[in-house]
């Protein structure tokens, strides 16, 4: 039931991807691309994706948090971490540097697997790869935060 | 580049969708839906017995255009102008600066800063910054 449910939830996730156009990545770089303001150019749709799906979020965790446990769970499972490592700058200015170069991230990449483009499958490959290794590196390096990544 | 349309209701009822996907996911499994930290966890090491919970959630993701392409009866709209070793470099960099990063747009974007967490909203502002240098100097300066 579990598993049923969290496919579900991919699948609610994915929608909001595809409805929103957030997994077509000329929309993204279009929204990145702030000298096209002046242009008219510009295309704000993912400052409002990014708005709604926030204030969403803001106001369901509230309610579920309240909860003692997750229906199908033991606790919550929250980031605890609240230092400002080197990491946390270094990781996503790297991964902004390849958000910019295809307008391409985590999820709306892989919502495009199933879209069935060569282009996405490829960006894919080099992601996961790009993931493992991190995280390897990560497991290895001594101030080791992965496990309380989120 | 191609252009495409500001389309905000659209990106609002879109942008719930993953909200309330995110609020699911925290009320089923009490996780936080960061996409990077999902799937780089279908890889080894494991260790906490959520894996076919994961491969269910990266399912539902990769099949959501199929199953819309079946509703509108039209495949969604994709333009990817990125090249091969473009693409490949890319994918590399969104991996591990993601991972690295302990989250990408739905772990510290959404979620993150749902939590009002300060580690996240750094790693917002900085990756929309090198994102949007990245833009610039790709479009407006090669």
Same mark, same amino acid.
């Given at each position: ?12 996730f994915?929608?909001? *991807? ?6 077509? %990545? @000329? ?6 691309? !702030? #000298?096209?303001?002046?242009? $008219? ?9 990014m ?32 230092? *400002? ?6 990781? %996503? @200015? ?6 910019? !170069? #295809?307008?391409?991230?985590? $999820? ?25 290794a ?17 | ?20 996907a995110?609020?699911m ?24 017995g ?5 491969i ?87």
């Amino acid at each position: 039931m579990a598993i049923l449910v969290q496919f579900i939830i991919g699948l609610v996730f994915g929608l909001g *991807l595809v409805v929103s156009g957030m997994s077509n %990545p @000329a929309k993204v770089l279009n929204f990145l691309d !702030l #000298a096209s303001i002046r242009t $008219g150019a510009w295309d704000a749709s993912l400052a409002f994706v990014m708005l709604a799906a926030v204030a969403v979020t803001f106001v369901g965790f509230r309610f579920v948090l309240r909860r003692e446990r997750p229906i199908f769970g033991e606790k919550f499972h929250l980031p605890t971490a609240t230092d *400002l490592d080197a990491r946390i700058i270094a990781g %996503p @200015a790297i991964f902004g540097i390849g958000w910019g !170069l #295809a307008g391409f991230c985590p $999820g709306p990449a892989l919502t495009a697997l199933g879209g069935g483009s060569q282009a996405a499958f490829l960006f894919v490959a080099a992601m996961l790869t790009g993931m493992v290794a991190a995280r390897w590196l990560a497991i290895r390096s001594p101030a080791s935060l992965i496990s309380r990544s989120s | 580049m191609s252009a495409t349309e500001f389309t905000p209701i659209a990106a609002v009822v879109g942008g719930a969708l993953i909200g309330a996907a995110a609020v699911m996911l925290m009320a089923a499994k009490g996780r936080i839906a960061g996409v990077s930290g999902i799937a780089v966890r279908l890889f080894p090491p494991y260790g906490d017995g959520e894996l076919a919970g994961r491969i269910a959630f990266i399912a539902g993701l990769i099949l959501a255009p199929i199953i819309a392409t079946f509703i509108a009866g039209g495949a969604p709209e994709q333009t990817i102008e990125a090249s091969g070793i473009v693409l490949l470099a890319a994918g590399l960099l969104v991996g591990f600066g993601s991972v690295w990063g302990n989250g990408c747009t739905s772990g510290h974007g959404v979620c993150g800063l749902s939590r009002l967490s300060i580690r996240s909203l750094v790693a917002v502002a900085t990756f929309m910054t090198t994102a949007i240098a990245t833009v610039f100097i790709s479009r407006h300066l090669m």
